[in-house]
Nanobody, 123 residues
Framework: QVQLVESGGGLVQAGGSLRLSCAASGSIASIGAMGWYRQAPGKQRELVGSINSDDSTNYADSVKGRFTISRDNAKNTVYLQMNSLKPEDTAVYYC?????????????????WGQGTQVTVSS
């Protein structure tokens, strides 16, 4: 089954760092444009940042300068390095992206969401 799985979430003190990983598994040919989202209770899911196939990145103003997205195409994995964490960064973080995969012997490009990983920043 083709899927995205996030890992690396946890509890960290304000000012600390976490590194999230999002690995694609299954019959993956390649990963395309990928994004990190987050959702706090009672709030809309928001885009944290994205990374394109050419490694270009975009970030929400709230995380710019603190978070860094990178990708390792050989591992079909994207990362979110989170530094200088603030309590307002507390949320479930989701990975989303386009995956090129094989299904029924055909190559196709589909969008997937990971299950999310909890990040809690204490003050």
């Amino acid at each position: 089954q083709v899927q995205l799985v996030e890992s690396g979430g946890g509890l960290v003190q304000a000012g600390g760092s976490l590194r999230l990983s999002c690995a694609a598994s299954g019959s993956i040919a390649s990963i395309g444009a990928m994004g990190w989202y987050r959702q706090a209770p009672g709030k809309q899911r928001e885009l944290v940042g994205s990374i394109n196939s050419d490694d270009s990145t975009n970030y929400a103003d709230s995380v710019k300068g603190r978070f860094t997205i990178s990708r390792d195409n050989a591992k079909n994995t994207v990362y979110l390095q989170m530094n200088s964490l603030k309590p307002e960064d507390t949320a479930v973080y989701y990975c989303n992206g386009n995956l090129m995969s094989l299904r029924g012997g055909r190559l196709r490009n589909d969008n997937y969401w990971g299950q999310g990983t909890q990040v809690t920043v204490s003050s």
